[in-house]
């Protein structure tokens, strides 16, 4: 399982320079990786989450699904916690920025081609659970940082998200066990097959837009690195013990923890007139560093099991 984890890090990297190298190259220019981005959450992403379904029903699915849900939720509260304790409010200092670059992880960009590669489809209907507390947590908790507000206005976005859509259709056919017909079958397979690919060239193209050389003169921003791609997966994997769970949960759920920063982040802080560039940095930094990490976080879980 490394050696196919170690792989998928080493084709992410290279599709990454691809991206990257597009973007230099004015192949890509800065409102077409947007779009590219928004094509992927809102339509590959939901496409791949819908086909994880096209399964046959088994009860040992239901019961691994309830099992994951138990572990994102416990992922969340280990990165909470790590989050306020760590991070310490000061003036002049991005508080609230950084405690959402570590609590809320680039799951569907970054977690969905892992979990593929690991396990297939077996792997993403089980990361719908990690989705589904993502979704529900960023939209309330998330958005109530970033405002400053305590209202939960912001949940019905929640329901409308493409993502949580996805999983509510799949979950109905998976339940009714309705097969999709062969040609849409086969036709959302070849969308699918564009996630990671599309996923990869618009991180390349998002890092090489950051000022590599100002983010090396910030010692903060690698602190916040080392602790959401570090400290937080290190010890949900060291919780995850406490609970006998199979390995295809917890490898999914610690694929999710371990991805980098959210880039939801830097659009909500455009949303409500914080540091953008910031956040941008940390979602940069921590994808880069996240190709060598994430990896190295499924070795170390596969030596403690």
């Known amino acids: 399982m490394a050696g196919i984890v170690l792989d998928q890090a080493i084709i992410m990297f290279i599709i990454i320079l691809v991206g990257a190298g597009c973007f230099k190259l004015h192949l890509l220019s800065k409102e077409t990786v947007s779009q590219i981005s928004g094509m992927v959450l809102k339509v590959v992403n939901p496409i791949v989450i819908l086909m994880a379904y096209q399964k046959e029903y088994k009860p040992e699915l239901v019961k691994n699904l309830g099992r994951t849900f138990i572990l994102s939720i416990v992922s969340f509260g280990i990165a909470m916690a790590v989050a306020y304790v760590c991070i310490r409010e000061k003036k002049g200092r991005e508080t609230v920025i950084e405690r959402f670059s570590c609590i809320y992880s680039n799951c569907g960009f970054m977690g969905i081609p892992l979990v593929m590669a690991m396990f297939g489809y077996d792997g993403v209907f089980y990361l719908t659970a990690f989705l589904t507390v993502f979704n529900a947590l960023v939209w309330s908790h998330g958005v109530m940082q970033m405002s400053g507000e305590k209202s939960l206005k912001s949940l019905g976005k929640v329901l409308r998200s493409p993502a949580i859509i996805a999983i509510v259709i799949g979950m109905i056919l998976f339940f009714a066990r309705i097969e999709l017909p062969p040609v849409i079958a086969e036709t959302f397979e070849e969308i699918g097959s564009l996630n990671s690919p599309l996923a990869m060239i618009v991180a390349g193209a998002t890092i090489i837009q950051t000022d590599l050389r100002k983010v090396f003169q910030k010692p ?66 921590t994808t880069l560093i996240s190709i060598a990490t994430m990896p190295l976080m499924m070795i170390y879980y596969e030596i403690l099991l």
């Open 220 to 285: 903060r921003i690698f602190y916040i690195c080392s602790l959401k791609l570090f400290v937080i997966p290190v010890l949900a994997v060291l919780v995850f013990q406490l609970f006998p769970y199979e390995k295809i949960v917890e490898m999914t759920v610690l694929a999710a923890v371990a991805a980098p920063s959210a880039a939801i982040c830097t659009m909500q802080c455009l949303n409500y007139h914080r540091n953008a560039a910031y956040a941008s940095e940390l979602f940069g930094m």
